[in-house]
């Protein structure tokens, strides 16, 4: 095996620890909020933190390599998020709490910035590589609401899942520190500037950093609300609704291994436009019944088209971004903005007017997603 596939399988298996963190954050918060007694507001608070630490990481991540290179740099953001959980675990402070969170973020931001930047560079840009990434990251977030509901029926609590978090955690900071991961990508960067820098100029990035704006405020809300969303229907139990957001990812890796393979027969714009489409559809299936039947049929529905857009997405502008993490990092940022925005608009408005009814407002962030798709499916090829 060559180094660069040794490279590039550790980047999967942090992509699959990362996707069982996020995952198991949503999984944990109703259990961690009933005992706790926050709100809904204060919730949403942490699931923003986590999101705006994520935001941080595309500024801060870039720099900090720019330093002390890329190894040691994922190594000790990556690190973070173990040590946060550590903090949860202990502290009843949602104000510690909410500050952990932040660091939380940031070291998954940065998971996320150089897993992209170096499998989109090795496979070069690869619509087909990038999903098989972002597979191994829908795989961890599968197993996080089913280990926490098998917990729970165990008679056990969210604090030994959270435990089981930090424990996988750390095997992913191990795995950043054993791979042979060469710093030269500033000397890259350098090299091809002038042609790195059309992706500042172009309406084709910034369309597709909105559409993935759109497209991660809605998964944000997925992994952080959707189980108490799901339990505040009133027609389903606590561990049927856990389970259920287990589906959604199960549907996900279906999805985005069909998405790998359709890559090679159509082009990335109409990948994206179709699953916009089908997301459109199931959400709103999802929020205009409270049949159990048809909310089960919408979340399978929904996680098979919510599969492909974001690594069809970056595949989409990575052509523009090649060989910069400073590229990579902006396109993220876009996105990761509107997970910063979306779960704390859902957890005030749940106060409010009850989980159900917040939900319902995510449809118009989910329309804008498709009308920027259907724009971006107009737009000439990227070459």
Same mark, same amino acid.
């Given at each position: ?37 926050? #709100? ?7 699931? #923003? ?17 720019? =330093? ?9 953001? #990556? ?13 009843? #402070? ?86 042979? !991961?060469?710093?030269?990508?500033? =000397? @890259? ?21 909105? !559409? ?32 259920? @957001? ?74 523009? &971004? =090649? ?17 910063? &925005? ?42």
């Amino acid at each position: 095996m060559t180094n660069q596939n040794k490279i590039i399988n550790r980047c999967f298996y942090a992509f699959l620890i990362s996707g069982l963190t996020v995952l198991m954050i949503g999984a944990i918060i109703p259990y961690m909020r009933e005992e706790r007694g926050f #709100s809904y507001t204060v919730a949403g608070s942490f699931l #923003s933190a986590y999101a705006i630490g994520n935001f941080s990481a595309s500024f801060f991540s870039p720099f900090l390599a720019s =330093k002390i290179g890329r190894k040691k740099t994922i190594v000790l953001l #990556s690190s973070l998020v173990p040590l946060s959980f550590l903090v949860v675990f202990f502290s009843t #402070s949602a104000t510690i709490i909410f500050i952990v969170f932040l660091a939380a973020g940031l070291g998954r931001g940065a998971i996320s910035n150089i897993n992209n930047a170096v499998v989109n560079d090795t496979s070069n840009g690869s619509s087909a590589k990038i999903n098989i990434l972002h597979t191994y990251f829908a795989v961890g977030a599968f197993i996080a609401p089913f280990l926490t509901s098998t917990f729970i029926n165990f008679g056990l609590t969210w604090k030994h899942v959270l435990m089981t978090t930090i424990i996988l955690s750390i095997t992913g900071v191990i795995a950043y520190g054993t791979m042979k !991961l060469q710093d030269d990508y500033i =000397k @890259v960067e350098k090299e091809i500037k002038p042609a790195n820098n059309k992706y500042l100029k172009s309406v084709d990035f910034y369309l597709i950093g909105f !559409l993935l704006f759109f497209y991660l405020g809605l998964e944000n809300c997925v992994n952080g609300w959707f189980v108490s969303y799901l339990q505040d229907t009133g027609v389903m139990s606590a561990t049927y609704a856990t389970n259920l @957001v287990s589906i959604v990812w199960i549907c996900v890796i279906i999805g985005r291994l069909t998405c790998a393979y359709l890559s090679k027969k159509f082009s990335k714009k109409r990948i994206i436009l179709i699953n916009s489409i089908g997301c459109v559809s199931f959400f709103l299936l999802l929020i205009s019944t409270t049949n159990i039947v048809l909310i089960t049929i919408s979340i399978i529905g929904l996680g098979l088209f919510l599969a492909g857009i974001y690594p069809t997405g970056v595949a989409n502008a990575g052509t523009l &971004i =090649k060989g910069s993490t400073t590229g990579m990092a902006m396109l993220l940022a876009i996105a990761s903005l509107g997970g910063i &925005i979306m779960p704390q608009i859902i957890g005030v408005f749940a106060d409010k007017i009850g989980m159900s009814g917040a939900i319902g407002i995510l449809a118009i962030d989910v329309l804008i997603m498709l009308i920027l798709a259907i724009v971006n499916n107009m737009r000439k090829v990227i070459e």
